[in-house]
């Protein structure tokens, strides 16, 4: 079964300083999308930035970007400048193009603090 | 961009009533739509995937006959929590796919805030 693991439950970065938060996902699958939702305290889930499998430069939208390392399952999100706005809980998820649910596999989590 | 609503943002009922909780594609037609339940600081579980005039498909665990979901239209969905208990408490996020060829993205409503008292 597909999972997606998020190991920092918390994190904490002060405004205008870059921070990165952890992905790894486990799949034998090949053709497959990646994706961090950002949630904050409306609890609203709005779409970072997609990364698709079979591309290998990394996925960039504005002060967000990815480091996808496909060999390694690993796709962490970095987020530069950070700014209070971007305190919320953001999820990393999976979904197999291979399947036509289109189900999403979320990771737990990450709650990230942005202090001023 | 595509907006998904749901109706209400916050019910309270008491224990066992039924409470409708409604998901709408507001500006686009929404074939497959999708109901999450999600606890305090937790992760999004999925509960169940509504297919437009066929029945949903629902993940193990989740007892169907006590969420019933009905995706009667392209643009809604209905999840009805039946003889509602506390332990129901949750919040409650629906999410459409992306009607487009080869999107796997998908839009979330606002979420639905369901105590049972």
């Known amino acids: 079964a597909q999972t997606v693991t998020q190991s920092q439950p918390e994190m904490s970065v002060q405004e205008a300083e870059t921070v990165t938060l952890s992905c790894t996902y486990d799949?034998?699958?090949?053709?497959?999308?990646l994706f961090w939702y950002k949630q904050p305290p409306s609890r609203q889930m709005i779409l970072v930035i997609r990364?698709?499998?079979?591309?290998?430069q990394n996925a960039t939208e504005n002060r967000f970007s990815v480091n996808f390392q496909k060999a390694a399952k690993s796709f962490s999100l970095k987020i530069s400048d950070s700014q209070l706005g971007d305190t919320a809980m953001y999820f990393c998820?999976?979904?197999?193009?291979?399947?036509?649910?289109?189900?999403?596999?979320f990771g737990q989590g990450t709650t990230l603090q942005v202090k001023p | 961009g595509a907006v998904v609503s749901q109706h209400p943002s916050r019910v309270i009922c008491k224990s066992g009533t039924s409470v409708k909780i409604e998901c709408r594609s507001l500006d686009f037609q929404a074939t497959t739509m999708f109901w999450y339940r999600q606890f305090p600081k937790q992760s999004l579980m999925l509960m169940a995937t509504?297919?437009?005039?066929?029945?949903?498909?629902?993940e193990q665990g989740v007892e169907k006959d006590k969420f019933l979901i009905n995706h009667a239209s392209l643009t809604l969905s209905t999840l009805t929590v039946t003889s509602a208990h506390p332990e129901d408490s949750s919040f409650y996020i629906c999410?459409?796919?992306?009607?487009?060829?080869?999107?796997?993205?998908?839009?979330f409503g606002p979420g639905t805030r369901l105590t049972v008292t």
């Open positions: 509504s297919n437009e005039g066929s029945k949903a498909t629902y």
């Open positions: 799949t034998s699958e090949s053709n497959y999308y």
């Open positions: 998820a999976w979904v197999n193009r291979s399947s036509n649910t289109g189900k999403l596999i």
């Open positions: 990364q698709e499998a079979y591309k290998q």
């Open positions: 999410s459409a796919r992306v009607p487009l060829a080869g999107s796997y993205e998908q839009y």
